[in-house]
């Protein structure tokens, strides 16, 4: 059974950073793209970042120079460095694989990221 782990979200104020991490199999981790979205209170799940096995990534135009998306190939985890934090990124923040050949896509359990004062 193929997860992804996810940990770091939490509560911030704005102009705040937080990372999040996934981690998941070497075999799903080496052969797939992974990424991130999020889902806001109201409104559909959305695109954040994504970074395919040989490191090319994509970002939505709302966290552009706000976040940065990374991976250990060694550790078997991505990341999502998260700066400059606003109100409008409160959401459950979900990791994400599309699969391909050999597997569906998964999603991780999601963890949420509060940014209040």
């Known amino acids: 059974q193929v997860q992804l782990v996810e940990s770091g979200g939490g509560l911030v104020q704005p102009g705040g950073s937080l990372r999040l991490s996934c981690g998941t199999s070497?075999?799903?981790?080496?052969?797939?793209?992974m990424g991130w979205y999020r889902q806001a209170p109201g409104k559909q799940r959305e695109l954040v970042a994504t970074i395919t096995s040989t490191g090319r990534i994509n970002y939505a135009d709302s966290v552009k120079g706000r976040f940065t998306i990374s991976r250990d190939n060694a550790k078997n985890t991505v990341f999502l460095q998260m700066n400059s934090l606003k109100p409008e990124d409160t959401a459950v923040y979900y990791c994400h694989t599309p699969g391909g050949t050999y597997d569906p896509q998964y999603w991780g359990q999601g963890t949420q990221v509060t940014v209040s004062s």
């Open positions: 070497r075999r799903i981790f080496s052969m797939y793209t």
